[in-house]
């Protein structure tokens, strides 16, 4: 189930980033690979500008209301803490 989350929101992100550079250019590339127990996600997309940090370190949206969004990374972030928790309780 949290790698619905995790694919959801990365793939959410990386798509409306590219739909900002012009057509030809515009790739969402998805690698998943599984190796000695660990599951490795890579997502690449092209950029038309770089993104904004906020003063945490996270990224700063650049939708036009950014109170009602801005927190997929940081759903993506607490979710995979406590997939990692869950695993160490096994």
Do not use: W
């Not at 959410?12 to 690979?33: F, G, H, M, S, Y």
């Amino acid at each position: 189930m949290l790698i619905c989350v995790f694919l959801g929101n990365l793939l959410d992100n990386a798509v409306e980033a590219t739909v900002q550079v012009p057509a030809e250019k515009r790739i969402v590339k998805l690698k998943i690979r599984y190796d000695r127990e660990n599951l490795f996600i890579s997502i690449e997309n092209p950029l038309q500008i770089e993104p904004r940090r906020g003063g945490l370190g996270g990224f700063l949206t650049s939708k036009h209301n950014p109170k009602a969004h801005g927190i997929g990374l940081y759903s993506v972030k607490h979710s995979l803490k406590n997939a990692m928790e869950l695993c160490r309780q096994r």
